[in-house]
């Protein structure tokens, strides 16, 4: 999954929400089985759930299912109501033990092999909501090879720590940036940040999408269409900084064919971190730009 900026949430029992999803500019399309069903509508909406990945055509578009928490009795239900050859992943809420997600990675090689899936195609995405899952946070991102990032749900998170969410985001500071260390210490990509619940404060949106971006995560979970268009341009590398990144790959590398010892521009060291970051830079932006141009043939 090359492109993840926004993370559309779509209720599964919601069969014109859910089929209106994939026209979106979302990244990721996020089915939930979870808060957004009602107990007696679980069942219809796997099944509307799994007709919808299972017809969507675009290619452009990563179609993720949350599933109740393991420890609901629709877990495993969910999880071999939906499994079929378009699902990309399924997202864990409430995870708090890598021993759900050595269990699952076995689980799951079992339904790839029964549906004739790829091997390790279905991705896993922890959703960390949790003082339980933040403190074993490293150790749930680096369970399963299947787990490429992790996510952060702030809304259970602070009735858990029994604090409030503020504008500031004072509340999460620690939690933000354990899952942005722990991911990176793990291998893995930054992750993605909780969804933003005050639809009538797009400056505040907008202000806190960035802040989290400057901290090392990846993406934003989103409730509502409009908020994706936000997340999708702060996360877009504009032109400016991919100049800058080409730069300083071709500084490096002239400087490595004159085996220089000391490497700077414009003043600045460069290092291999540095370069590394600028390649990572410019390869997401060559990505968006392939795929951009890809919508129109």
Excluded at 100 to 123: A, P, V
Excluded at 278 to 290: F, G, I, P, Y
């Amino acid at each position: 999954m090359k492109k993840h900026r926004s993370w559309l949430f779509t209720p599964g029992s919601n069969i014109k929400m859910i089929e209106k999803a994939p026209s979106t500019s979302a990244d990721v399309i996020i089915y939930d089985l979870e808060d957004s069903v009602e107990p007696s509508f679980k069942q219809v909406a796997r099944k509307l759930v799994k007709k919808q990945v299972q017809s969507i055509t675009r290619s452009l578009v990563y179609s993720i299912v949350r599933v109740n928490a393991p420890n609901t009795p629709y877990y495993y239900d969910d999880i071999a109501g939906v499994v079929s050859n378009n699902l990309t992943g399924l997202m864990i809420p409430k995870a708090q033990t890598p021993d759900t997600f050595h269990e699952l990675d076995d689980l799951l090689d079992q339904l790839e092999k029964e549906y004739n899936i790829e091997s390790g195609q279905i991705q896993l995405v922890p959703l960390i909501e949790t003082a339980l899952g933040v403190a074993r946070s490293f150790e749930i991102a680096s369970s399963s090879k299947r787990i490429t990032r992790l996510a952060f749900g702030a809304v259970d998170y602070t009735v858990d720590i029994q604090a409030g969410i503020t504008e500031t985001g004072n509340e999460l500071m620690y939690a933000r940036g354990k899952l942005v260390n722990d991911s990176y210490a793990a291998g893995i990509q930054g992750p993605i940040d909780t969804v933003y619940t005050n639809l009538n404060n797009m400056e505040g949106f907008i202000n806190e999408t960035k802040a989290i971006k400057n901290m090392g995560f990846q993406g934003k979970l989103v409730i509502h269409p409009k908020q994706i268009s936000a997340v999708n341009t702060i996360f877009t590398p504009n032109l400016v900084r991919v100049n800058e990144a080409k730069s300083i790959i071709k500084a490096y590398e002239e400087a490595r064919e004159k085996q220089l010892g000391v490497i700077q521009l414009n003043g600045k060291m460069i290092d291999v971190p540095v370069v590394e970051h600028a390649r990572k830079l410019v390869q997401l932006h060559e990505e968006l730009s392939k795929e951009m141009d890809n919508k129109f043939l």
